[in-house]
């Protein structure tokens, strides 16, 4: 019957995607294996917003939380104090989940799991509190350093620390348009204590859940007893400013309620002919939270979106400089479905495929790209100008800073060079979103189409971008 078959099909996804995984997983390790006490090296290149990516696949500093769990640097640099040491504390606490509260809640906490660490590295397979931690791969291999660290006073540390954005892409779109509100839900503005977006933007879901409720709608009273927090509304929040539609967002919610109810065992608030609906009225009421709770990132975005469908009308690809100098070019084609009737070992055979037509660019695309590939291509030429400037830094480093694990909005080096690291990062971003990067890029299509009337540029708050420097938690 129905009911059977939707039951059948979730089941099958899953099982799908954990052999996905499985897969995964085996390839990874054998990498590992092959390479281990190898020093590698990351053949590079940037996509055509400028985003750098590594060449090879699976075990990589860009990989899943197992492939950068297993990858250390290859040159050590020497922690000799608590001082050298405090961001591989906060690294610990981190990986573990511990990554709400204050850098000093942050150290106090790896200290007191110093004893469970000496557990853990002396004997992983048995001692399985690690397993429990939001990034179990990553908090196991910071046991096993942070163990010899405490244990002799001093070491040389081969570990990657991490200092992560809030939400990088709402962080540019707020810092382009001066958003108080923004900035300050993305740990741009200085805060006593880490802001958290996601939690902000849960805290409206569940308001007009309430209101709702109160209405006698019993889906919203149902959601309210279930329990609406971030975790569900992180990837819609994380993807807004790249592109989010109605659809992916539901998608999100759907992946978040089965993973509540398959991995977490939690109970069904709903029975299979409810669950659609069901699903389907949280994923309106999260896309209307987002949409109030961020209402200039919002404008900044169909600015970007309005440029681009007038240059797409014209027939014209999109193209900028970015802050630190890449060439970036947006062209997508309409694109036609094309099939082929033809026999395979004996057996009549119809294979479609798409194939792009390049005398006509696509308006719908280049509109959907736009605000996306922009923002793309400021936190690439963050990440390009912060390497290169960390490189040549006599200031805050002994000769500059030269190892490196970085994913885009997540800047990684030796503990006793994150300090400095983020003196520098935080420079950089001052020193560009200073200027009104928003109306030079405007400026640069005006200068390409002067036939064109672009639209005025949106409203703008009153932000002093320079507090960046003052914010503890804008990467941490």
Same mark, same amino acid.
């Given at each position: 019957?129905?009911?059977?078959?939707?039951?059948?099909?979730?089941?099958?996804?899953?099982?799908?995607?954990?052999?996905?995984?499985?897969?995964?997983?085996?390839?990874?390790?054998?990498?590992?294996?092959?390479?281990?006490?190898?020093?590698?090296?990351?053949?590079?290149?940037?996509?055509?917003?400028?985003?750098?990516?590594?060449?090879?696949?699976?075990?990589?500093?860009?990989?899943?939380?197992?492939?950068?769990?297993?990858?250390?640097?290859?040159?050590?640099?020497?922690?000799?104090?608590?001082?050298?040491?405090?961001?591989?504390?906060?690294?610990?606490? !981190?990986?573990?989940?511990?990554?709400?509260?204050?850098?000093?809640?942050?150290?106090?906490?790896?200290?007191?799991?110093?004893?469970?660490?000496?557990?853990?590295?002396?004997? *992983? &397979?048995?001692?399985?509190?690690?397993?429990?931690?939001?990034?179990?791969?990553?908090?196991?291999?910071?046991?096993?350093?942070?163990?010899?660290?405490?244990?002799?006073?001093?070491?040389?540390?081969?570990?990657?620390?991490?200092?992560?954005?809030?939400?990088?892409?709402?962080?540019?779109?707020?810092?382009?348009?001066?958003?108080?509100?923004?900035?300050?839900?993305?740990?741009?503005?200085?805060?006593?204590?880490?802001?958290?977006?996601?939690?902000?933007?849960?805290?409206?879901?569940?308001?007009?859940?309430?209101?709702?409720?109160?209405?006698? !709608?019993?889906?919203?009273?149902? $959601?309210?007893?279930?329990?609406?927090?971030?975790?569900?509304?992180?990837?819609?929040?994380?993807?807004?400013?790249?592109?989010?539609? *109605?659809?992916?967002?539901?998608?999100?919610?759907?992946?978040?309620?089965?993973?509540?109810?398959?991995?977490?065992?939690?109970?069904? *608030?709903?029975?299979?002919?409810?669950?659609?609906?069901?699903?389907?009225?949280?994923?309106?009421?999260?896309?209307?939270?987002?949409?109030?709770?961020?209402?200039?990132?919002?404008?900044?975005?169909?600015?970007?979106?309005?440029?681009?469908?007038?240059?797409?009308?014209?027939?014209?690809?999109?193209? $900028?400089?970015?802050? #630190?100098?890449?060439?970036?070019?947006?062209?997508?084609?309409?694109?036609?479905?094309?099939?082929?009737?033809?026999?395979?070992?004996?057996?009549?055979?119809?294979?479609?495929?798409?194939?792009?037509?390049?005398? &006509?660019?696509?308006?719908?695309?280049?509109?959907?790209?736009?605000?996306?590939?922009?923002?793309?291509?400021?936190?690439?030429?963050?990440?390009?100008?912060?390497?290169?400037?960390?490189?040549?830094?006599?200031?805050?480093?002994?000769?500059?800073?030269?190892?490196?694990?970085?994913?885009?909005?997540?800047?990684?080096?030796?503990?006793?060079?994150?300090?400095?690291?983020?003196?520098?990062?935080?420079?950089?971003?001052?020193?560009?979103?200073?200027?009104?990067?928003?109306?030079? $890029?405007?400026?640069? /299509?005006?200068?390409?189409?002067?036939?064109?009337?672009?639209?005025?540029?949106?409203?703008?708050?009153?932000?002093?971008?320079? /507090?960046?420097? !003052? #914010?503890?938690?804008?990467?941490?």
């Amino acid at each position: 019957n129905r009911r059977w078959r939707q039951m059948a099909a979730g089941v099958y996804s899953r099982n799908a995607s954990t052999k996905s995984k499985r897969l995964l997983t085996a390839k990874i390790l054998y990498l590992a294996n092959k390479l281990k006490d190898t020093r590698l090296f990351y053949p590079t290149n940037t996509d055509f917003r400028g985003r750098v990516y590594n060449i090879p696949s699976f075990l990589g500093v860009m990989g899943n939380k197992l492939s950068r769990g297993l990858l250390h640097f290859s040159r050590p640099q020497r922690l000799k104090s608590d001082e050298d040491a405090k961001w591989l504390a906060v690294q610990g606490a !981190n990986t573990w989940g511990n990554d709400k509260v204050t850098l000093n809640e942050r150290w106090r906490w790896a200290e007191e799991f110093t004893r469970d660490a000496h557990k853990i590295a002396k004997d *992983p &397979t048995k001692e399985l509190l690690w397993t429990e931690a939001n990034d179990a791969w990553g908090f196991l291999a910071w046991c096993f350093e942070w163990s010899n660290y405490k244990l002799a006073g001093k070491i040389q540390s081969y570990l990657p620390v991490n200092m992560d954005a809030s939400n990088n892409g709402l962080q540019i779109l707020s810092m382009l348009t001066r958003d108080e509100l923004g900035m300050a839900a993305t740990n741009v503005l200085p805060t006593d204590k880490p802001a958290d977006i996601y939690g902000a933007v849960a805290t409206v879901v569940n308001s007009h859940l309430k209101t709702d409720a109160a209405q006698g !709608n019993a889906i919203a009273k149902a $959601w309210l007893d279930f329990g609406v927090n971030r975790n569900c509304l992180k990837r819609p929040v994380m993807c807004y400013s790249y592109g989010l539609t *109605p659809y992916s967002n539901r998608a999100y919610v759907v992946d978040w309620y089965e993973e509540q109810i398959h991995e977490k065992k939690r109970t069904k *608030p709903f029975d299979a002919d409810e669950q659609f609906i069901a699903t389907n009225y949280l994923a309106q009421v999260c896309w209307k939270s987002i949409e109030s709770f961020l209402d200039k990132p919002k404008l900044c975005m169909d600015f970007f979106q309005q440029c681009a469908r007038k240059v797409a009308e014209k027939n014209r690809p999109l193209k $900028w400089v970015s802050p #630190s100098g890449f060439p970036v070019h947006q062209e997508y084609f309409n694109v036609h479905n094309q099939q082929v009737n033809t026999y395979i070992s004996g057996k009549a055979t119809c294979v479609k495929f798409k194939e792009e037509d390049a005398t &006509t660019v696509s308006k719908r695309s280049m509109q959907n790209g736009a605000s996306p590939n922009a923002v793309h291509s400021i936190d690439s030429a963050m990440l390009h100008l912060t390497v290169c400037r960390a490189n040549a830094d006599r200031e805050y480093t002994n000769g500059g800073i030269f190892d490196f694990a970085m994913i885009h909005d997540s800047y990684g080096t030796h503990s006793n060079n994150c300090d400095a690291l983020s003196k520098i990062l935080r420079q950089v971003f001052v020193d560009n979103f200073s200027k009104d990067l928003l109306a030079d $890029w405007r400026d640069q /299509l005006a200068l390409q189409h002067p036939d064109i009337d672009f639209p005025d540029l949106p409203d703008y708050g009153s932000a002093d971008i320079t /507090l960046i420097n !003052n #914010s503890t938690y804008f990467f941490s």
